[in-house]
């Protein structure tokens, strides 16, 4: 129990530190920018091994963060499988399939406004389906093997891709268009000089929605049926061991995997849209 | 996120009734090339069947055939594909079977099944409509748990500058974890300190829609501009009075936008917590269909999961229409 009192003192200190730091001289540096959420992380952290120590949790319920992290770096070569298959393999193979393959057609729907009045309230409506349902349908085509993953992927990303590249490719104003047609441009020098720069900041919208996606269409296309690794047969598997300590890991791996995939994209974006308002605004 | 995005691309200008055709158009195309696809995907078993029933078939031995190309044998065979759209366990069942599948499942089971509504006063377990329901339960609770967390969490964060420096990078580090990993986690650990049914759904459903509630919510708290929040300072109001009654309302719009993501968000946490647990609803549906090898039922329960999101975006759009009508912005 006096665990549990530690951690309550625990949460008080890391708060408070949050506290002085926010509302203190240096509020407004980076370094504080930084270590407020650290702090913070690393409170909940503590409490969560301490609470959990306290008041003796069973750990097929909750595994303390230390039992976690032993669990991890005992199976590294394991994990690393699962990342490979599910993450190399599947996610982003699929991903760089299904954002290619909306990319071409925005460019295709984009000469034609019939299509694209058709095509994008489709593809808006599309976007807010379940398609995570066409996973057991995709594994039955594609069989257990990587490739039924990439394909529920290229499913999941292709719509919100598409309608916002779409958005983007027509968020030119016509002052800008004009200018170009007194330059007597092309429809190709238009598009590569004017629109597809004009588009970046929707198209590396749809890029992040994407990575999350993709993460998700890949893992749980694994419960439908797998070989035996990957993220998603991970977890399912050692779930029915109450292995949780392994679960945790797999969990681990897909949400540090999602996190750095989703920053490339995000660094990939203040690299590419420099100029836009919401890059050069600091921050 | 892609609801502003799409907005602005929509051709806003067209009226009502021109927006229809092309909808309509594209949509009867992708049918057509639905019905072209059944043909080359189903090629093998009914070629299989045909030959079973006394056809000729080109390649005479099955070994053959499962080397060729699936339009190698569509090609060959154009005399023995009568089957391909009425095949009984196809690998890509027609439109119309998935419909009849839909109708029998939904309609038919009610009014006509041993189980039905009409026989035995409630809804068939076999039916559709009650596995929709089940699922329809898991998205709203889970969506009213997320919204009243994302709402609280808004609040806070504006509030307080401390929560807004250390909160709102974990939120959005949160999504970038693809939390379905936890699914099936979440359901064993709540059912192994008691709680089952109805809960754990909901919180995979709450954890994927308060995102978008708190980011909606964070920037219409923020909405009114210096020259409101001066006014309500020369009026000396308190801060409660402030949010009550200038942060709340100017914040409905973003509301609505981050409530028609979440709602979808929502029926996808509830059809992946349905999958570890087979105790109804569409995703219990889908994973059973694709045990049996029943892909025209795995169709019917994506059609029902496709028109319940459709219905729930619907809805939230029409009270978004009405309350903002009657809170006197433009609609």
């Known amino acids: 129990m006096t665990l549990v009192w530690f951690a309550i003192g625990l949460w008080i200190l890391g708060w408070g530190a949050n506290v002085a730091l926010a509302n203190g001289p240096a509020r407004d540096t980076a370094a504080v920018r930084l270590a407020v959420p650290l702090i913070f992380g690393a409170t909940l952290l503590g409490m969560w091994e301490l609470i959990v120590r306290g008041l003796e949790v069973p750990s097929v319920i909750l595994p303390p963060p230390s039992q976690i992290a032993g669990s991890f770096a005992a199976n590294l070569g394991l994990l690393w499988g699962d990342f490979v298959q599910t993450i190399l393999k599947g996610a982003v193979s699929g991903y760089v399939m299904g954002c290619g393959a909306a990319f071409v057609t925005a460019l295709l729907v984009d000469r034609s406004d019939y299509l694209r009045r058709g095509l994008l309230p489709l593809g808006n409506f599309m976007a807010a389906l379940p398609i995570v349902g066409t996973a057991p349908i995709l594994v039955m085509w594609f069989g257990f093997g990587w490739q039924s993953k990439a394909a529920v992927v290229v499913l999941m990303v292709f719509f919100p891709m598409l309608v916002n590249t779409v958005a983007g490719l027509s968020d030119t104003s016509a002052m800008q268009r004009d200018q170009m047609r007194t330059y007597a441009a092309t429809w190709g020098q238009t598009l590569t000089k004017l629109r597809l720069p004009a588009a970046l900041p929707f198209i590396f919208n749809g890029l992040k929605i994407s990575t999350t996606l993709a993460l998700i269409g890949a893992i749980v296309a694994e419960f439908f049926g797998s070989p035996t690794l990957g993220l998603g047969f991970r977890i399912s598997t050692s779930i029915g061991q109450l292995d949780l300590g392994m679960v945790w890991s797999a969990i681990l791996v897909a949400a540090l995997s999602g996190t750095a995939f989703y920053g490339l994209i995000a660094l990939l974006e203040r690299r590419m849209t420099f100029w836009h308002a919401s890059v050069r605004g600091g921050r | ?331």
């Open chain 2, 1 to 331: 996120m892609t609801d502003a995005a799409a907005n602005k691309g929509q051709a806003g200008q067209w009226p009502r009734w021109l927006r229809l055709p092309p909808v309509l158009g594209v949509v009867c195309v992708l049918i057509a090339l639905w019905y072209v696809a059944v043909v080359p995907m189903n090629v093998k078993e009914v070629l299989t069947a045909a030959e079973r029933a006394g056809a000729e078939i080109s390649p005479p031995s099955a070994m053959e055939r499962r080397d060729m190309g699936n339009w190698a044998l569509v090609l060959r065979n154009p005399g023995a594909l009568g089957e391909s759209w009425s095949y009984d366990r196809p690998k890509l069942p027609a439109p119309h079977q998935v419909l009849v599948e839909l109708y029998e499942s939904t309609i038919d089971e009610e009014l006509n099944g041993r189980r039905g509504l009409v026989r035995s006063g409630t809804l068939s377990n076999r039916s559709l409509i009650y596995h929709a329901g089940v699922t329809l339960n898991a998205t709203l609770l889970g969506f009213v748990i997320g919204t009243l967390l994302g709402v609280t969490l808004a609040v806070g964060i504006v509030h307080s500058r401390v929560m807004d420096m250390s909160v709102m990078p974990w939120a959005i580090v949160s999504q970038t974890i693809p939390i379905v990993a936890l699914a099936p986690m979440i359901i064993v650990v709540l059912y192994s300190i008691g709680v089952q049914g109805l809960i754990p759904k909901a919180v995979i459903s709450a954890y994927l829609s308060f995102f978008p509630v708190v980011v909606g919510m964070v920037k219409g708290l923020r909405a009114p501009d210096g020259m409101q929040m001066d006014l309500m300072r020369t009026y000396n109001a308190p801060t409660s009075a402030v949010l009550w009654k200038l942060r709340l309302p100017s914040s409905i719009p973003y509301l609505f936008a981050s409530l028609k993501i979440a709602i979808a968000a929502s029926l996808v946490g509830a059809i992946v917590g349905e999958l570890p647990v087979q105790k109804g609803g569409l995703g219990a549906r889908m994973l059973a269909g694709s045990y049996y090898g029943q892909t025209a039922q795995i169709w019917a329960a994506l059609l029902m999961a496709a028109a319940l999101a459709a219905l729930l975006v619907w809805a939230t759009g029409w009270i978004e229409r009405r309350m903002l009508r009657r809170m006197g912005m433009r609609t």
